[in-house]
């Protein structure tokens, strides 16, 4: 009996090479070799110097964001710590009801100075808003009223105090912003 040979496998079927515009019939190159080699040389360079400014700029963002992660830490314990401070003012005003001589006013004086004093050291800045123009970046206006002593678009009185942490806002200022004299907000 007469064997057969297998069928070749997949790998072993290699395409003929695919004659270039530098390459003759014969696999010899037509043109300078050397010219050739400059020209992967220069490629190879100029990828090899994107890369690297590709490389530098990645680690000047990472550093950016590093720092500003840093930077910004304490931002979600100030949030929750900007209630308490309201919640405190809001103790401290009935505190003073019973006058402003009570040793529990005081007390509460006090321990708001430090608290105030505290988130200010870590970046935490309030927002003054009452007498100001109205800004949507810092306010959120809950309501117009009208004012025959303060400007249409100023506010007249702030609901919630806003802050800012460092150059970011924390929290916008709930306020009332005047509509002018004799106008009302409803129209």
């Known amino acids: 009996m007469k064997k057969t040979s297998p069928e070749p496998r997949e790998e072993d079927k290699i395409p003929p090479p695919v004659p270039t515009e530098n390459s003759s019939a014969d696999g010899e190159a037509t043109d300078d070799p050397v010219a050739s080699l400059q020209g992967d040389l220069d490629r190879f360079r100029d990828l090899a110097l994107r890369t690297q400014a590709d490389f530098e700029n990645y680690k000047k963002r990472a550093a950016r964001e590093r720092d500003e992660g840093i930077k910004y830490a304490n931002r979600s314990l100030l949030e929750r710590l900007v209630p308490i401070v309201d919640n405190f003012e809001l103790g401290l005003s009935a505190a003073r009801e019973e006058g402003k001589h009570s040793p529990i006013y005081s007390g509460m004086n006090m321990v708001l100075k430090q608290l105030t004093d505290f988130l200010a050291d870590n970046g935490l800045q309030p ?21 025959d002593e303060i400007a249409e678009g100023r506010v007249i009185r702030q609901t919630r105090r806003g802050y800012r942490l460092k150059d970011r806002l924390l929290r916008p200022a709930a306020v009332v912003v005047s509509s002018g004299a004799g106008r009302s907000g409803d129209e």
């Open 127 to 147: 927002i003054d808003a009452v007498g100001k123009q109205f800004d949507p970046n810092l306010h959120e206006a809950i309501g117009h009223e009208p004012s």
